[in-house]
């Protein structure tokens, strides 16, 4: 069953999108976990700051490109 006022076909993509989402944000902080726990500081730094980078210049690149 849908939310109140959402169309019925954007509901499930929704849903989906939400729990991809979470799985990969699980996962790369399962394997940021990993590495600091391995006392490998410098790679999780490396690990953990290159996605956050990288994921603000997506961001960045996609405001220009669609938001332009």
Do not use: H
């Not at 499930?12 to 600091?36: K, Q, R, V």
């Amino acid at each position: 069953q849908s939310a109140p006022g959402l169309n019925q076909n954007l509901y499930p993509a929704l849903a989906i999108g939400m729990l991809g989402a979470y799985t990969t944000f699980s996962t790369f902080t399962l394997e940021a976990l990993d590495l600091l726990q391995e006392r490998r500081l410098a790679a999780a730094a490396a690990y953990v700051g290159g996605n956050v980078c990288l994921g603000l210049l997506a961001v960045a690149a996609g405001k220009m490109v669609f938001l332009a």
